[in-house]
C-alpha cells in the first residue's frame, strides 16, 4: 500500500473478504477491523490512558464534565469542549489565545445542527457533502450555545462529523454534549499539529488530554470554511475536502509555482488547463508557516509531478511569500513575475468562470491592504483589467493611517485618522476619541500634523473598521476584519437610505459620507442604522463608478474580488444593484474572496504574461 494504511497488514479474516470477488469488501480499500486496523487511546500529561472503546467513553465523560480535549482528526488534531459550557469556551479561548475569533462548532447531524442555526437546502447540501466544510449559518436566538463561541456574530460556523471518530463521540446519550466546539489544534495563527509527536509536545498546556490514533496523517489539512449566496457555495478558506481539485483555466501554459501572499496563503501550481490550488497555510509571519508552506509546495510538485517553468509573486519586496518566490526562482533559473495584488484578485474570479483570453472586465477589488504599482498602499479599486493587463480606472481616496499597522489592530487609530482627514474635530462624544488616552491622542495629533509615521491607504476595509470604531461598535481588533464582521453583524436589514461619496475624477472621495456618519452619531441615530447606511452607501457608490466605467470603457461586465466582499450584506445590495443597471456580476465560488485566492490570479497572469514575451 503507498497509503497511510500500510503500515496496518490485513488479519486472515480481512483478507479473505479483500480478495473474495463475491464479497462486498472485494478490493474496497482500505479494509481493516479492530484486530488489524488502527486503534485509538487516550493520553493524560505523560501517562497512557484507556484504549479502544474505553477510550472514546472516558472521552466523552471528560467533555462532558467541562474539559479540553484534543481530538486527532483527518488533517490534524482539533481542540474540543462542550459548546454549550460557557466555562469550558472560556478555559479554551484563555489557553488557545484566541481572544474573540469565532469558533468552529460540530455536531453529529443536521437535525442537531438546526437546533441551534437556520439550515437552508444549499446549506444542508453543503454540510453533508463528501468534503464536510465548515459552513457559516444563521445562529438560532437563544439557543444552548455559548455566547463567547461567536462573540458580535449573527453566525455560527458548523461542520458535521466526518470520521468514525468524530460520529463515537457525538454519539447520543442523556448527559454528552451533542455540539462540540472543534477548533483546529494549535496557537493562534500557528500551523495545525498532525503528528503524535507534537501533539504531546504542543498541546499539553492547552489540553487537558489527548485523544490519540496510530494512523499517520500525512499532510497536514485545516478545515475549510464556506458560506452561502443566492444558492451558491462562497468560499472563505479553501483547505479539506477542496484541496487539491483543480480549477479548470480557460488556456494552459507552462508549469508555473504561484506564491500568492502574506496573509491567508495557498500557493497554486498550473499543468496544461488545470491550477491545482495547495491547503489554506495561514499567515506567513510565523516561521511555522513558512515551512509549511515550504512542506506543502514539494508534496504538490511530487505528487503532480510538476517542474514549475515560471514563478509568479505578488508585487510587495517586503512578502516572505515574495522572497520565497524570489529565491525560488534564482535557484531553478526560470523566470520570476511580479503581479500587482489586486490584479491577481480580479484574474482570479475571471479564470473561475472561464473567461477567455482578450477578456476584459470591471474589477472592483476591496481589502485592506495591497501594494501598489506606485508603492502605496491600495485596495479601494475600479479596475479595467484583463489577463495581460489592468488600467487603475478609479480608486478610493486615501486616508491617513497614523501609527502604521498599529492602527490595523486598532480601528480607533484610523478612525481618528477619517476624522482628521475629514476636517472633523476629535470631541469626546464620539466613541474613537474616548477609545485613546490622552497621552496616545496628542501623540496621534504630533504624527498627522508632521505627516511621521503615517501612511496613507486607499484600502475599503480599514474604511469599515474607521465607521465601525464611530459606531462604537469595536475599537481593538484582536483578529483580521472583526471590526468590519462586527459592522455587518449590527446592520439592520431594514433602513432603506445610505450615505453619500463624492466621485470627481476616478478619484472616490469618503468624507461625505464620514461626515454624514458622525451627523447621525451627534442626532441619536441608532447604531444598526447607521451601520447600515454605510452598507448601502458603499453599495450606492460601486454602482455609481461601475455605471460611468462602462460609459468610459463599454464595458458590461463587474468582477467583485477582495477580502471585503466576504461581507455578503455589502456583497448583495452591490450585486443586486449591479444587476438592475444591466450588468453581468461575477463573484467567486472556487476560491475565496480574500488573499486565499490569490495565488490563482497570479498563475493565470503569469500564464499571458509568459505569452506575451514568447509571442
Not at 105 to 121: G, I, K, N, P, Q
Not at 195 to 221: C, Q
Not at 503 to 522: N, T
Not at 576 to 596: K, M
Amino acid at each position: 500500500s503507498r497509503t497511510t494504511m500500510g503500515a496496518f497488514s490485513m488479519c486472515d479474516a480481512c483478507r479473505r473478504e479483500y480478495e473474495d470477488p463475491a464479497d462486498r469488501r472485494f478490493h474496497a480499500q482500505p479494509v481493516a477491523c479492530p484486530a488489524c486496523g488502527p486503534h485509538a487511546w487516550l493520553e493524560v500529561g505523560d501517562a497512557r490512558g484507556p484504549e479502544r472503546g474505553d477510550a472514546i467513553a472516558e472521552t466523552r465523560a471528560r467533555l462532558a464534565r467541562g474539559e479540553i480535549v484534543a481530538v486527532k482528526g483527518l488533517g490534524g488534531f482539533h481542540l474540543a469542549c462542550d459548546a454549550t459550557n460557557a466555562t469550558a469556551v472560556a478555559r479554551l479561548r484563555e489557553r488557545k489565545h484566541r481572544e474573540e475569533k469565532p469558533l468552529a462548532l460540530m455536531s453529529r447531524d443536521r437535525v442537531t445542527v438546526e437546533r441551534f442555526a437556520a439550515v437552508s437546502e444549499c446549506a444542508a447540501g453543503l454540510l453533508e457533502s463528501v468534503a464536510r466544510p465548515v459552513v457559516l449559518l444563521p445562529a438560532r436566538a437563544g439557543s444552548a450555545i455559548a455566547e463567547a463561541v461567536a462573540p458580535g456574530r449573527r453566525e455560527h460556523g458548523f461542520m458535521l462529523a466526518y470520521t468514525p471518530l468524530h460520529h463515537l463521540l457525538l454519539e447520543p446519550a442523556p448527559d454528552a454534549p451533542d455540539v462540540l466546539v472543534m477548533t483546529s489544534a494549535n496557537l493562534t495563527d500557528e500551523p495545525i499539529v498532525y503528528r503524535n509527536a507534537d501533539a504531546r509536545a504542543r498541546l499539553g498546556t492547552v489540553a487537558d488530554a489527548i485523544l490519540l490514533h496510530d494512523r499517520s496523517i500525512h499532510v497536514r489539512a485545516d478545515d475549510s470554511v464556506v458560506a452561502e449566496y443566492r444558492g451558491r457555495p462562497y468560499p472563505f478558506r479553501r483547505a479539506r475536502g477542496y484541496a487539491p481539485l483543480p480549477v479548470r483555466l480557460p488556456f494552459d501554459g507552462p508549469h508555473v509555482l504561484a506564491f500568492g501572499g502574506d496573509l491567508k496563503n495557498t500557493f497554486c501550481v498550473t499543468r496544461g488547463d488545470q491550477a491545482l490550488l495547495g491547503h489554506h497555510i495561514g499567515d506567513l509571519e510565523h516561521y511555522e508557516n513558512t515551512r509549511a508552506l515550504d512542506e506543502a509546495i514539494d508534496h504538490y510538485e511530487r505528487l503532480f509531478r510538476v517542474t514549475p517553468a515560471v514563478i509568479a509573486h505578488d508585487l510587495h519586496p517586503d512578502y516572505q511569500a515574495t522572497r520565497r518566490a524570489l529565491e525560488r526562482a534564482t535557484r531553478d533559473a526560470c523566470p520570476a513575475i511580479a503581479v500587482q495584488h489586486h490584479h491577481a484578485h480580479v484574474a482570479a474570479v475571471m479564470a473561475e468562470h472561464g473567461l477567455p483570453r482578450g477578456s476584459r472586465v470591471i474589477g472592483v477589488a476591496f481589502d485592506g491592504t495591497g501594494y501598489g504599482m506606485d508603492g502605496t498602499i491600495w485596495g479601494g479599486e475600479f479596475l479595467v483589467a484583463g489577463y495581460a493587463g489592468f488600467e487603475r480606472a478609479a480608486h478610493l481616496d486615501p486616508v491617513p493611517l497614523p501609527g502604521g499597522d498599529a492602527a490595523v489592530t486598532r480601528p480607533y487609530r484610523t478612525a481618528l485618522g477619517c476624522l482628521w482627514h475629514a476636517g472633523i474635530e476629535w470631541t469626546p462624544d464620539l466613541a474613537p476619541v474616548r477609545a485613546a488616552s490622552d497621552d496616545e491622542r496628542a501623540l496621534l495629533a504630533s504624527q498627522l500634523r508632521a505627516n511621521v509615521n503615517v501612511p496613507r491607504s486607499s484600502g475599503a476595509g480599514r474604511l469599515f473598521d474607521a465607521v465601525s470604531a464611530l459606531l462604537g461598535v469595536c475599537q481593538r481588533s484582536s483578529y483580521e476584519a472583526q471590526a468590519a464582521s462586527e459592522l455587518e453583524a449590527i446592520a439592520t436589514r431594514e433602513e432603506t437610505g445610505g450615505y453619500a461619496f463624492a466621485i470627481r475624477d476616478g478619484v472616490v472621495d469618503p468624507v461625505p459620507a464620514l461626515r454624514a456618519v458622525v451627523e447621525d452619531i451627534r442626532r441619536g441615530v441608532p447604531t444598526p442604522n447607521a451601520a447600515a447606511r454605510w452598507h448601502r452607501g458603499t453599495a450606492m457608490m460601486v454602482r455609481t463608478v461601475c455605471r460611468r466605467l462602462r460609459e468610459t470603457h463599454q464595458l458590461g461586465r463587474v468582477a467583485l474580488t477582495g477580502g471585503v466582499w466576504q461581507n455578503r450584506l455589502l456583497l448583495g445590495l452591490a450585486a443586486d444593484g449591479l444587476v438592475e443597471d444591466g450588468f453581468e456580476v461575477l463573484v467567486h465560488e472556487h476560491v475565496p474572496a480574500n488573499d486565499g485566492g490569490l495565488a490563482l490570479g497570479q498563475a493565470v497572469v503569469a500564464i499571458e504574461a509568459m505569452r506575451g514575451r514568447e509571442g
